[in-house]
């Protein structure tokens, strides 16, 4: 199986540039569900992500930041807690499930580091889900799937 049968490409993901400020990417950012986005350089090189409570802390550390502040307040400026990986297009899907146990989106770079899109993890477990599923209606004798009972305790 191919990492690019799972991806999103770069069109269709929200990101942002290393150089916006704080107001362009609270701006891009609104009415948008993700915790985490892709911030890359303008040559389109990924350079990390950051995350909601990245902005957060940084604000906190502003004191008094108001709207019209938030223009002369590079992005760049945030500490970002944590990077998600990137993985080159080449990755086979065993490093890719790897990285996709850590992370909600495994970004995906060409072998210029440049920026390409991302694969969900949601899309990874559907795809497996529906051979599973497919398995089992074909008469395939599969283990049972794990009650919730037996899962691991949340940390």
């Not at 915790?35 to 389109?44: D, E, K, Q, S």
């Not at 990924?46 to 590079?74: C, F, M, Q, R």
């Not at 993985?87 to 996709?100: G, N, S």
């Not at 992370?103 to 920026?115: A, G, H, S, T």
């Amino acid at each position: 199986m191919n990492l690019l049968f799972f991806l999103t490409p770069k069109q269709d993901v929200l990101f942002i540039y290393e150089d916006f400020t704080l107001r362009q990417t609270l701006e891009k950012w609104s009415n948008q569900r993700f915790a985490t986005i892709p911030v890359l350089r303008r040559n389109g090189e990924y350079l990390g992500t950051i995350t909601e409570g990245d902005i957060l802390w940084g604000i906190k550390n502003l004191h008094g930041l108001d709207l019209d502040a938030s223009e002369d307040v590079p992005i760049s400026s945030f500490p970002r807690r944590r990077d998600y990986k990137a993985v080159p297009v080449t990755t086979d899907m065993h490093a890719l499930l790897h990285a996709a146990v850590d992370q909600n989106f495994v970004p995906v770079v060409d072998d210029r580091n440049v920026f390409i899109g991302i694969v969900r993890r949601t899309v990874i477990l559907r795809r497996f889900t529906e051979q599973y599923e497919s398995e089992c209606n074909n008469g395939l004798t599969l283990p049972p799937v794990a009650s919730r009972q037996a899962a691991a305790p949340r940390s």
